[in-house]
DNA sequence: GTTAGCATGTAAGGAGTTACATGATTTT
DNA sequence: AAAATCATGTAACTCCTTACATGCTAAC
């Protein structure tokens, strides 16, 4: 089974909606992943270009119709998924590794939520929030190892970054939850969005 | 005027203290910028030798003792600047340039505050306070401009950045507080630690 | 006596950025 | 007509990690 790199698995995310230009794809991505994790082109298009030779997505340029000879427009190209792209998507999104959880790659697979079974969603959900405890376990671990202390800018310092993962722990705890209640319900959507119709 | 790179600068910080060993080095990175940032040596070695080359610190090799000839340790070496590298470190501190503020170099930065002047104190966060709000407009800017919506999970992950940015700026008010009544105080401690004595 | 931690390094490679190079379309 | 935005790509470079290679020292 081929690797899928988070760059890869955010892109097969995005044109499961719709096929998008290079560009267009660019700029979704830094509106679903925020402000910051804006990629450049250095670095999409050869992506771009390693998916078409996997056979994940195929390129179409624009070919100028009959109508408009002329005015030859510049190679614009629609990115779209094949039926092999579409596979390896729902593959990645049926999995839950620890590759799921890592800080790099958890923002991209929640954001695949919607297309993710319930099941799934809550063991990626506990990793990462295990993965977060375990990050705390060592700070308090390395605290009471410390022997010189801390300046208290240095100790302000790592007081809010714990406070941050605290917060991000409590979100967390609150998703699980909802996830939960959710399951004991009927709610389930979106199992298989990404498959086969 | 050579650029000094945020992991040099760490390194001078920690050096100005006392001559360390790479590995403790390494210990006390890890600890003072939180559970994250472990450097790895393939990265702290190659980089103690740039600073080697450069005159900023010099590698003292442990010579075993007339004591015990026998038992000749291996090579334990220490690390301790050199004026040249105390020089730089003042140099660095005193200034407050765009790199004082991004993600990378801005807690490298705040854990050496103890040995820097209000006044710089005071633009490092105020510059970094800036650079968090510039971020909070660009995503509101593109919320607006957004056609297509996100699904719920998307929202969600988007709301709960802004949160946590929010946050960070709460706590850059508080500090820039601090700093403010301080100043018009008495307290304008360590402004020159790093310099000659 | 064996495991865990201390200690130093190199080589290969991954994942990304910046700067460059080019040109079309839409808005002001 | 100028400016902004849309649009595609390459080459060089930076920074860092992983895996490897080596060996000492303290604790259990």
Redesign the interface.
Request: net charge negative; glycine share 12%.
């Given at each position: 089974m081929a690797k899928t790199d988070v760059l890869t698995l955010a892109i097969l995310g995005i044109l499961n909606e719709q096929p998008l230009h290079g560009y267009q794809i660019r700029k979704r991505l830094?509106?679903?992943?925020?402000?910051?994790r804006a990629l450049s082109y250095g670095s999409l298009y050869p992506c771009l270009r390693r998916m078409v030779d996997a056979d994940l997505i195929t390129a179409t340029g624009e070919e100028p119709a009959a109508s408009a000879p002329a005015s030859s427009r510049r190679a614009r190209i629609a990115y779209g998924l094949t039926d092999s792209g579409r596979e390896r998507l729902a593959q990645e999104l049926a999995s839950a590794g620890a590759s799921s959880w890592d800080?790099d790659a958890f923002?991209v697979r929640?954001?695949?939520?919607?297309h993710t079974d319930s099941a799934t969603r809550l063991r990626i959900l506990e990793g990462r929030r295990t993965r977060l405890t375990e990050?705390?376990d060592?700070?308090s671990e390395?605290l009471k190892r410390?022997h010189e202390r801390?300046?208290?800018?240095?100790a302000?310092?790592?007081r809010?970054?714990l406070e941050?993962v605290e917060?991000?722990v409590e979100?967390l705890d609150q998703?699980i939850e909802n996830e939960r209640s959710a399951t004991g319900g009927d709610n389930n959507h979106g199992t298989a969005d990404a498959g086969q119709d």
């Open positions: 830094g509106a679903q992943l925020g402000p910051f800080d923002d929640f954001s695949l939520f919607t990050r705390l060592e700070v390395g410390m801390h300046d208290a800018y240095t302000e310092l790592q809010h970054g941050q917060r991000e979100w998703l």
